[in-house]
């Protein structure tokens, strides 16, 4: 060995010896990192290359040791031998390291979709952990919302005047309101819907089909007028609109219904047209009261001059009596028709209505054979009084008692009643007979001038005409309910006023 290759071989074995020095440092560390975060897929990455470079630095230093030992001691034989193996370990190793970096990039991309991951893991994990934390505070919340939302809701259906209920596809009554109770006639119980169909309400099956067929095709129905069928009986004209709705399955499906009690409204208009076909045929009448009445005047007035020179024994003077009484009978129908067709001022007084009633009655019972004819009478004592012109509101009763003995016959009951209510300061009278009724086709037609349901020459038609004007002009109303062959009743509403007796009619 020569000289200059002496600081060659102590840098050689001194490089192989830090190198294998360094490897395990670095191995050291890596180790020590990947400690501190196992999950960290650096650290394996280093550990694996660190680890390789361990290998390849102790099979390089090892070979080179070899190598100068070989070579020195003069065994150059043994080294070639050696040298291939060692050779092919390094070669190996290298081989190691860059498979090691180029399976890297694969798992380095699975790591970033494992970080992706977790973080969205963390995050739905913090969502999780809020809504864990809130979870109570958020039913609350909702359950508050949902509290006055329902009592919104169930406050517009329980204050609500018009019905509103909710009904099984089949018709089955679900729920109903208040409104619709009262409606019906049926107890706020909700036992009295459990089975109940709202198709036996209805006073024509058919319109029920109708309705249905209607919702079944458009889905809804708006404004259909039907006739319901209380429980007592009675009937009320009504408008319905309804609509679907649909359920999971067909037969949990519901129809909503909003039902109007349009009887009043259809009364007013029945009324209206009463007080305009009166008006139309007072004008009429009046016309023809005013042309027939100078006549008649004139015909009384040289009745009753012939009536002065004429002896009472004689045929003539049995004949001018015959003209008189049936002239005074003609003015007295003329007056009436101008009563009906015109409104003037006339005084009123405070009257007690009991007092005219008893009046009325006792006149009827000293000159109508009333013997059989049972009188019932239920006074309401509360009832204050009223300011009326005495001598009609003694004509309007007159005639009701009047006809309600003829439609009773030789026996029967009367009943007279009145009520006071104090909240609309109004005092109802109802004459009520046990008679054969008025038949439904005749009732629009009751209150017509000249309508009459007694035999010719019996009655002239005027007396529930002229009534009910003398009724409307004291800003009351009267009507009548009849059921054929059981009862008939007239039912007068007058205002309790508290103005002058110079009002007029």
Known sequence: MTLPFLPIWFVNLIGSILMIILSF???????????????????????????????????RSIGH?????????????????????????NTIMFIFVASVTLFFERIWKIHQQDVKDKQALQSTHQKLLYLSQNLENLVIERTSSLAVSESKYRRIFEVSRDMILIVKRKGVIVDMNPAGYKMLGLDDAAENLKKKKFKNFFADKTDWDTIISAIA??????????????TDGSNMRSLISGSMDSALSEEDGTIHFLVKDIEQRRIAENQMAQTEKLASIGQLAAGIAHAINNPLGIILGYTQLLLRDEKTDTERYGDLKTIEKHVKNCRSVIEDLLSVSRSSPTARDSVRIHEIIDEVLNFIQHHSKLYHIEIEKDYDMNAP?????????????????????????????????????????????TVTDTGYGIEKKNLSRIFDPFFTTKPTGEGTGLGLSVSYGIIKNHKGHISVESTPGKETTFTIILPVNTGDGGDNE
């Open 217 to 230: 095709k458009k889905g809804f129905i708006s404004n259909y007028e039907i006739i319901l069928k209380r």
């Open 385 to 429: 009084p009223l300011l009326l012109n005495e001598k009609k509101t003694r004509q309007v009763l007159m005639n009701l008692i009047l006809n309600a003995t003829h439609a009773v016959g030789k026996s029967g009951v009367i009943r007279l009643a009145t009520v006071y209510n104090k909240i609309n300061r109004e005092v109802t009278i």
């Open 25 to 59: 440092m670095c191995l050291d560390k890596v180790v020590e990192l990947k400690k501190s975060d196992e999950s960290n897929v650096i650290w394996i990455y280093l550990l694996w290359i660190c680890s390789g470079f361990i290998a390849f630095a102790m099979s």
């Open 65 to 89: 040791i070899l190598k100068w030992h070989f070579l020195y001691s003069g065994s150059e034989s043994m080294w070639n031998i050696i040298r291939p193996y060692t050779g092919a370990v």
